[in-house]
């Protein structure tokens, strides 16, 4: 992390490290298989490594009729991914709340993730109707 630990403690975060957090938090999601596309399943969890996807439909197949059937085991071997998943949302929810403290305090309202500016006019606000 290239924030300064003194800056970071004595100073509100920059709006850019807030999205860096929510990009660096946020889980990517896995890809459906290349092939025929189902949903990926895990297939090995190791901690420290990727975790490797396979196609459920080919492993299934190739698992069945072993290494004699190719066209299941090119399946398999072409629908495998690597992912590294560092994702925790825990971060993205507390970046979202001192988003909306942030906007709270400067007179802004957050609907639905949008900003917004507060207003006067019961036109414009219709959550306020009743006034
Ligand atoms: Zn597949």
Request: overall charge negative.
């Amino acid at each position: 992390m290239h924030v300064d630990a003194q800056q970071a403690t004595t100073e509100p975060l920059a709006a850019e490290i807030l999205d860096e957090l929510v990009e660096q938090y946020t889980p990517i999601p896995v890809p459906p298989c290349r092939i025929c596309g189902a949903d990926l399943e895990i297939e090995r969890l190791s901690s420290g490594q990727p975790t490797r996807y396979v196609c459920p439909v080919a492993n299934r197949q190739s698992k069945k009729a072993g290494i004699n059937d190719l066209p299941a085991l090119d399946h398999y071997m072409a629908s495998q991914d690597w992912h590294t998943d560092d994702s925790d949302l825990r971060v993205v929810a507390l970046v979202a709340e001192v988003r909306a403290l942030r906007a709270a305090a400067d007179g802004r309202r957050i609907v639905g993730g949008i900003v917004r500016e507060t207003t006067n006019n019961p036109a414009e606000a219709p959550g306020r109707g009743k006034q």
